[in-house]
């Protein structure tokens, strides 16, 4: 069985957590970047625990809470460039990659579904 860590939508969601990271590090708004850090920490973060989970039912569950959190990613990512605390092509850059993300995560869901007896 294939690691999560060598899988490719694991590894360009736990990297453009870091990013994200990174990115807003100086931000002094406390709510809004942990609500941003927190919701891309949680796409690789469910992804993992899915993955580990010992049914297929279970690991389709969090792969959607996965998918779910990239949502919530995209949208801060929205809000943070309207009230001009994520650059424009940085924000167009995440936008594009959580986009990404989350159609591997849904091409996953529905294959994992398939295989739920």
Excluded: C
Excluded at 14 to 25: F, G, M, N, T
Excluded at 61 to 74: D, P
Excluded at 76 to 94: A, D, L, T, V
Aim: proline share 3%.
């Amino acid at each position: 069985m294939t690691r999560f860590e060598e899988l490719d939508v694991w590894k360009r969601s736990a990297r453009l957590s870091a990013e994200i990271y990174k990115a807003l590090i100086e931000l002094k708004d406390f709510g809004f970047r942990d609500q941003i850090t927190r919701a891309g920490l949680s796409v690789p973060s469910n992804f993992a625990e899915g993955y580990e989970r010992n049914s297929n039912k279970e690991m389709a569950a969090f792969l959607s809470y996965a998918k779910g959190s990239a949502g919530e990613l995209r949208t801060q990512r929205y809000i943070g460039m309207e009230i001009g605390y994520i650059e424009p092509n940085k924000g167009k850059q995440w936008l594009r990659e959580a986009e990404e993300i989350s159609k591997m995560l849904h091409g996953l869901i529905q294959s994992t579904r398939k295989r739920t007896p």
